[in-house]
C-alpha cells in the first residue's frame, strides 16, 4: 500500500506542475499554488475527527479505509470526466476566459505534441534548482513528521485518548488552510518586492518558524496539552505558508519544465515517508517524552540548515534553460521566453 500511496503521491507532484502552468494565469500563480494544494489541509481537517470517530467505534478502523477508499475512487472519476491538459481542449472555456489563460504565454507551449529536447543535464546541474530539492528535503520533513506522527506524539507520549487526538490533530489543519487562502493573493499582490525577494521572505517565515516550533516541542518543560497544541498548531500553519516561498520559486524559475522539477520534488517527499518511520522506531522505540525531544531538535536542526541553503541559491526568474530558439526571428531576438 505504501508503494501505491508513493506512485500517486509522485503523479500528483508532476501533476500540480503541469496543471498550474497550463491553467493559471503568470500573475495569479501564488493565487493558484496555495488553493490547488489546499487538499493537504482538507484531508486531514476530514480525516482526522472521522478516524476517531471510527476507531471508538463498533465498525472500526476499518470503516476509515472503505470511507477513504469509495470518495477516492468517486473524486477521481469526477477529475476524469471535467479535466482537459490545456484550456484549448475545454468545452466550458469561453474565449475571453481563453485570453487571460494564454496571455503572455508562448503558444508552442499549447500545442498537444511531445515535448522533445528537455534540458535534464542542465536543470540537476543549476545550483537553484539543487538548492530547491535541498529545501524540500527540510521541509517535507518537518511537515511528514506532524502529518504522519503527529496524532502518535498527542496520543502516545502526551497520553491524549484517541478521540480528543482526532480533533486537536485536525485544528491545526484547519488553521493552516486559512493561511494558504490568504497567502496566495498576498504573495500575489506584493509587487513592490521582487519575486525573488518575495520567496525568500514567505519561505525564511515558513520554515524558521516551523523549526522554532518543532523544537519547541522539544524543550517542552512539562506534558502540557496545551503548550503542545499551540507549538503543534504553529508548526503545522507556518509550514503552509512554503507554498508560496519554496514550491513558488520552484514553479516560476521552471517554467514549462515545471512538472519536471516537481518530480524530484515528489521523489524527495515520498523518500522521507519511507525513511521517517525507520528514523522514528530507531530513536523512539518507546515513545517516551526524552526520546522524542531528541527527534525534534535533529529535525529543526535539519530544517534550519536546509532552508538557509535554499535562500542562498533562490531564484524565482526564469532559468537560462527555460529559453528557446526561436528560427523565424532576427539574431537579436533569437531567444524566445516560454513563460508559463
Known sequence: ??????????????????????????????????????????????????AGFFCESSVGWQGIYYLQGSLTFAFFIIF???????????????????????????????????????????????????????GAIGSFTGFQLFLQYGPTFLNKV?????????????????????????????????????????????????????????AALGWMPIKSEIFAQIAFTAAIMFSSLNVVGLIKSA???????AHIVMNVIAFINSGII?????????????????????????IAILVTVTTTIFDITCEADPRPWTYKKVDDCPPNESIKLRNI
Open 274 to 298: 519511507l525513511l521517517l518511520p525507520l528514523f522514528i522506531s530507531t530513536f523512539a522505540p518507546n515513545n517516551t517524552y526524552t526520546e522524542w525531544a531528541i527527534i525534534f531538535y535533529s
Open 80 to 134: 476524469f470526466i471535467f479535466y482537459r491538459n490545456s484550456p484549448q481542449n475545454h468545452r466550458y472555456v469561453g474565449k475571453k476566459e481563453l485570453s487571460l489563460l494564454t496571455d503572455g504565454k508562448d503558444s508552442s507551449e499549447h500545442k498537444t505534441s511531445k515535448q522533445s529536447n528537455i534540458p535534464y543535464s542542465k536543470i540537476i546541474r543549476d545550483k537553484s534548482v539543487i538548492g530547491l530539492w535541498i
Open 158 to 214: 502526551l497520553k491524549i485518548n484517541v478521540k480528543k487526538t482526532g480533533i486537536f490533530g485536525a485544528i491545526p489543519f484547519f488553521g493552516a488552510l486559512i493561511v494558504k487562502a490568504f497567502s496566495g493573493p498576498f504573495s500575489d499582490r506584493l509587487t513592490f518586492i521582487s519575486q525573488k525577494r518575495r520567496c525568500q521572505i514567505f519561505g525564511s517565515i515558513s520554515q524558521f518558524s516551523m523549526a522554532l516550533c518543532i
Open 1 to 50: 500500500m505504501r508503494i501505491f500511496q508513493g506512485i500517486a503521491a509522485s503523479a500528483l507532484f508532476a501533476a500540480s506542475g503541469a496543471i498550474i502552468n497550463s491553467w493559471a494565469t503568470i500573475e495569479e500563480s501564488g493565487l493558484f499554488l496555495a488553493f490547488l494544494s489546499c487538499h493537504h489541509q482538507l484531508a486531514e481537517i476530514f480525516l482526522m475527527p472521522v
Open 251 to 257: 514553479q516560476l524559475q521552471s517554467r514549462q519544465y
